[in-house]
């Protein structure tokens, strides 16, 4: 059983930042495309970023356009973990973030009902 679990949120001014982290047990994975999603209260579950790599190659990194130039999404192999590091932040970053992994086949990066694996979410909180 594959477990994610996150870590690294918290409370931060407006324009500070913040790095999470998703460390991934219970498999390894041969290729794997990891994906960090959030959602603020009331609202949809929304892309952030997707990361594939596999045998030490990043095959693509993808962003959404409102995070663009501000979050970088990374791996280590090493620690079969992943990260997201969150420059710049606004007020309206502010929402649970969850990490997610698609073991394959791999449907478009974007579409949550892609990944078969969550972790249970972290919360980011950006105050302005």
């Known amino acids: 059983q594959v477990q994610l679990v996150e870590s690294g949120g918290g409370l931060v001014q407006a324009g500070g930042s913040l790095r999470l982290s998703c460390a991934a047990s219970?498999?390894?994975?041969?290729?794997?495309?990891m994906g960090w999603f959030r959602q603020a209260p009331g609202k949809e579950r929304e892309f952030v970023a997707a990361?594939?790599?596999?045998?030490?190659?990043?095959?693509?990194?993808d962003y959404a356009d409102s995070v663009k130039g501000r979050f970088t999404i990374s791996r280590d192999d090493a620690k079969n973990t992943a990260y997201l590091q969150m420059d710049s932040l606004k007020a309206e970053d502010t929402a649970v973030y969850y990490c997610?992994?698609?073991?394959?086949?791999?449907?478009?990066?974007?579409?949550?009902?892609?990944?078969?694996?969550w972790g249970q979410g972290t919360q980011v909180t950006v105050s302005s």
């Open positions: 219970g498999r390894t994975f041969r290729r794997v495309v």
């Open positions: 990361i594939s790599w596999s045998g030490g190659i990043t095959y693509y990194t």
């Open positions: 997610a992994a698609d073991a394959g086949p791999f449907g478009p990066p974007r579409v949550a009902r892609e990944y078969d694996y």
